[in-house]
């Protein structure tokens, strides 16, 4: 880590074994940066960010002092307080498990295997330590002697490891040293509490009594799992992981910054005095891009009601430096999510979702601007190109004779496929300001485009039966014909009236969304 911090400008950035690896690593390392340069509450966060950002390094001294008073609380194998561990943590029976225990692509029967590793190497062992505390996934643990949880040899359930919950955030920027400044928010509410696992007392095999999120800094770190390594002296040999301390995961809206937020009406109604947010998590399949109006939400309406989203505090924070001109105005904010969607009960892993997207940095200001219309437009006119796919698709079905749901999914899944790059490149090149009217239009047009072609392509294989075609009920309860001609002539006015051709329409829709 320290030949890391040295040297950050000359790394792209971090490419471990899995993305959830590569977070749940950044954002240990942050930890180590919050606390080496804003331990306490700067009187100009925007200026000392600066300073920051237009250094060549990170600031070495700071960093080389704070490492070198936390030396020890780093070591993997120390006998009395190793780096994320409990040093005498054990159960019953003394048992222990396989290190592939801490690797969540060994643990999906099959679906992530690289390897089934009976040894780990300290590296190895130490990113997936890391990795387990952030992902660990939930479900009965061993139960460790001293935990009061424990009933018959067993830790029952207490949920995901923190990062788990989250749809993680963030953004990237051209090496190491940026993405690392870029997710360092400097005017976030400071707390003498918050601190990293390893600035307090050596853990336990017993929950923390009493214990409190003080800050983002705390979260970085969190202790969901006890765990214990056991080694040789030169590899780790086999593991054993506990039960930890269960995150409050419905109150840290104010503290967790890396992931967005959507309300939860359920949650609310049972906190009763409190208005609940819950990290938002990705949906496996989806291109992150559909959900723009989640990722890049306008608050603080005069409705009265709750905003339905909140924005990651990382985003808030790049739009505020580009709007106090620290950034430029109209720089390119790439950000990289990241999450893990689980199986039943959340006690197995399923997929490690990933994704990257650019957009103009003001695009996250939280405040309503007609070019978020303008973009959430866009989004919403691919998404009915793709839904006008899907009725054609199931409508050559019904006139060939077969089941709708396989071709409607097919048609999906290729419309969505062949929009995504086209979409990400037109809004890495979206400019607030610039003819925005004329580029939702210019979008309109290519993806209407596409989806014509694709819909060309799905008439032409819809065989000889669909030409004859079938009686089918319509949703009235009459009857019609079904053939591959009534099925275009819907589909072109479907996409006609979905995918405009003139920019007076377009305009006008972004005008009415506002």
């Known amino acids: 880590m320290r030949d890391l911090l040295a040297h950050a400008q000359d790394y792209r950035g971090l490419a471990g074994e899995l993305p959830i690896q590569d977070f749940a690593l950044l954002r240990v390392i942050l930890a180590v940066l919050y606390r080496a340069v804003d331990a306490e509450q700067a009187a100009d966060p925007l200026g000392a960010w600066q300073k920051l950002w237009e250094a060549d390094e990170l600031p070495q001294e700071q960093i080389e002092e704070y490492l070198r008073r936390w030396h020890d609380r780093f070591d ?49 062992a130490a990113r997936w330590l890391i990795t387990c505390q952030a992902y660990d996934c939930s479900g009965i643990k061993s139960g460790a002697v001293g935990d009061p949880r424990v009933s018959g040899g067993r830790g029952y359930p207490i949920g995901v490891g923190w990062a788990g919950w989250m749809g993680g955030i963030t953004v990237t920027g051209e090496n190491l040293r940026e993405t690392l400044l870029l997710n360092l928010v400097l005017d976030r509410p400071h707390d003498s509490g918050d601190r990293p696992i390893w600035e307090e007392e050596p853990l336990t095999a017993m929950p923390r009594s009493g214990v409190v999120v003080h800050g983002q800094v705390a979260l970085l770190t969190w202790p969901q799992r006890r765990i214990r390594l056991f080694h040789d002296g030169e590899v780790v040999t086999a593991v054993l992981v506990c039960n930890g301390d269960p995150v409050p995961y419905t109150t840290l809206l104010n503290d967790e910054l890396m992931t967005a937020w959507r309300y939860s009406e359920a949650q609310t109604k049972k906190a009763k005095h409190r208005t609940v947010y819950m990290p938002r998590s990705f949906e496996p399949g989806r291109a992150v891009w559909r959900g723009l109006e989640s990722l890049l939400p306008v608050t603080g309406g005069d409705s009265g009601k709750p905003d339905a989203a909140k924005p990651a505090g990382v985003l808030d924070w790049s739009a505020a430096l580009a709007v106090n001109g620290v950034l430029a105005e109209d720089r390119l904010t790439t950000i990289t999510t990241v999450g893990v969607q689980y ?31 303008y973009v959430f437009a866009a989004v919403s006119r691919a998404v009915a190109g793709v839904a006008a796919l899907r ?17 409607q999914q097919s048609a999906e899944l290729r419309g969505y496929a062949e929009l995504d790059r086209p979409f990400r490149d037109w809004l890495r090149d979206f400019r607030i300001g610039a003819d925005e009217p004329g580029a939702l239009q210019a979008w ?24 004859i075609g079938r009686k089918v009920k319509t949703r009235q309860g009459t009857e019609l014909s079904m053939t591959i001609g009534l099925a275009d002539r819907r589909f072109r006015a479907e996409v006609a009236e979905k995918l405009p051709y003139r920019p007076s329409e377009s305009t006008q829709e972004a005008n009415d969304r506002g």
């Open 76 to 124: 993997l194998f120390h006998p009395n307080a190793p780096f994320f561990q409990v040093a005498d943590l054990h159960t019953a029976k003394d048992g222990s498990k396989g290190v592939d225990l801490l690797m969540p692509d060994s643990l999906s029967d099959g679906l992530f295997v690289q390897r089934r590793p009976t040894t780990l190497t300290p590296a190895e």
């Open 444 to 467: 309109t047009d290519q993806a209407r485009q596409i989806v014509l072609s694709i819909g060309r392509e799905i008439s032409a294989s819809a065989g000889t039966a669909a030409w």
């Open 391 to 407: 009725h054609l698709a199931g409508n050559l079905a019904q006139a060939a004779g077969g089941p709708t749901d396989a071709a």
């Open 343 to 373: 199986g039943p009960q959340m006690a197995s892993f399923e997929e490690v979702l990933h994704d990257e997207l650019a957009f103009d940095v003001r695009l996250a200001l939280t405040q309503h601007t007609q070019a978020k219309d």
